[in-house]
């Protein structure tokens, strides 16, 4: 006889992820929550590891196939030192820093809503023309209404997440592949911008603090202060964590490597601050210096989206349900909720990304985030490490993918190359960020067994 109540499944039935498709924070959470309660599936501390050992770990995990945003890392220094090598003089100097980090904005935070999708092996091929028409529906608010920008923004934002609900309700809750779904509103949403803007129109964007968001500079000073701020919030969740794992006897990295990351990290950040402080401009009377608005904008973004996928629930759910679709119903996870969320915030934050470009360009045209723009978001997650079957990757993937992108296209631009020239590098570097996920992904998988 069967019975009606629900019970979670018991013994070999209960579903979990496999543990090759964990990430490190879901595997130390499965030993914490088995330790709970004074088990006693640890029963001696795991011994704190040597430098060499901590690195001969690493370097394990990487033949295993765990690794990470590395080559996406490796790719941008060796891109930065090679542009840097052909054209010294303008490359690497203040103000084209400046400007690539204005170009890659809006790329990267697209390519942190697409995250979320892929992370459950979905796809969105909307999302760069939602951002397009949100930032069509801001600069019509704007325009015509003459409220304030917080009004124009929060109009473009809930544009977003009208669509991202809608694409979610179809997808979730119907059963209609996204791959279908999503490619029917790419088309549909262009014919929603050019309705609203007109063929051949524009829509000028005149507001101050809109268009400051990649136009104008942080104050020196508070960009220092902002740097030193991150720089030690990010040293006391790094040794935080492990001062946790060490608390708790769980398995962890060398304190010698978590502090040398640490200090590469600082070093970076104090650099990348250091370069912008100087004058930009060409002329020695007018003063252009300081961190572009748009890079705090993604500081947050990053540090925010990061918690959330790392440190929530919400996030653990959305790797399960990425990983292993069934089990995580069966552990009770709503999975129809969790693919709806995904679409809602990917199209979010496309819409925040067509108001970065709006603000860029100081205008919005009927073909705003359309052409290669999805193609670029895509691609910078893809690059900077996030699986395109699902399970794996995090929201700083889509930093340092939208970074080598933005790079290949600023310095092959510097080289006087043809536009065919960067879709055929940027389409190389793509496929080659896949195959390099394909393999990985098998090697973690024969290492598991």
């Known amino acids: 006889m069967s019975t009606t109540g629900h019970r ?9 992820p496999e543990p090759a498709e964990l990430t490190e924070q879901q595997r130390i959470a499965q030993l914490a929550r088995a330790t709970a309660g004074g088990g006693s599936a640890l029963a001696q501390p795991a011994p704190e590891p040597t430098f060499r050992e901590g690195v001969q770990a690493y370097l394990a995990r990487l033949r295993g196939g765990d690794i990470g945003s590395l080559p996406a890392i490796a790719g941008l220094v060796v891109l930065f030192v090679l542009f840097s090598l052909l054209r010294p003089d303008t490359f690497p100097t203040a103000g084209n820093i400046a400007n690539l980090l204005v170009q890659a904005s809006s790329i990267i935070v697209l390519a942190m809503g697409l995250t979320f999708v892929l992370l459950l092996g979905d796809i969105d091929l909307s999302a760069g023309v939602a951002g397009g028409a949100s930032a069509a529906v801001m600069a019509l608010v704007l325009r015509e209404s003459g409220v304030n920008w917080v009004v124009g923004l929060l109009a473009a934002l809930l544009t ?14 119907v059963g209609i592949p996204s791959f279908v779904v999503t490619l029917a509103f ?21 507001d101050d603090v809109i268009v400051a968001i990649a136009n104008s500079n942080v104050p020196v000073w508070l960009g220092w202060v ?10 006391a969740v790094s040794l935080g964590r492990w001062a946790g794992q060490r608390r708790r006897g769980l398995s962890r990295d060398n304190l010698g490597v978590v502090i040398a990351r640490l200090v590469v990290v600082v070093a970076v950040l104090f650099l990348v601050t250091a370069v912008l402080s100087q004058n930009r ?3 020695a009377s007018i003063q252009l210096a300081g961190i572009p608005y748009s890079v705090p904008l993604i500081a947050v973004l990053l540090v925010v989206l990061t918690l959330v996928l790392s440190r929530t629930r919400y996030g653990r ?22 693919r709806m969320s995904v679409f809602m915030i ?37 690059i900077g490490g996030t699986s395109l079957f699902g399970g794996k990757g995090r929201v700083s993937n889509a930093v340092i993918g939208g970074l080598v992108i933005a790079a290949i296209a600023n310095g092959l631009g510097l080289l006087g190359q043809a536009q065919y020239v960067n879709y055929l590098v940027t389409g190389a570097v793509l496929l080659l960020a896949a195959t390099v996920d394909a393999v990985s992904r098998r090697r973690r998988a024969s290492s598991a067994v």
């Not at 977003?160 to 809750?173: E, N």
């Not at 902002?226 to 040293?235: E, F, N, Q, R, S």
């Not at 759910?317 to 969790?338: L, W």
């Not at 985030?369 to 910078?380: C, E, I, K, P």
């Open 8 to 16: 979670p499944p018991q013994g070999p039935e209960r579903a979990t």
């Open 160 to 173: 977003g997440l009208v669509l991202g609900t809608l694409i979610g309700l179809l997808v979730a809750r």
């Open 186 to 206: 790419f088309l549909g949403v262009q014919g929603i911008t050019l309705r609203l803007i007109g063929e051949g129109g524009t829509i000028a964007v005149r």
């Open 226 to 235: 902002l740097t030193a701020l991150a720089a030690a919030g990010y040293a």
């Open 281 to 283: 401009a060409r002329v």
């Open 317 to 338: 759910h959305v790797y399960a349900v990425g990983g292993n679709p069934e089990a995580a119903r069966r552990a009770g996870i709503s999975v129809r909720g969790i």
């Open 346 to 382: 990917g199209s979010t934050l496309a819409a925040l990304a067509g108001v970065i470009d709006a603000s860029r360009l100081n205008s919005v045209a009927p073909g705003s985030g359309g052409a290669n723009t999805l193609l670029l978001g895509v691609g910078a997650a893809v």
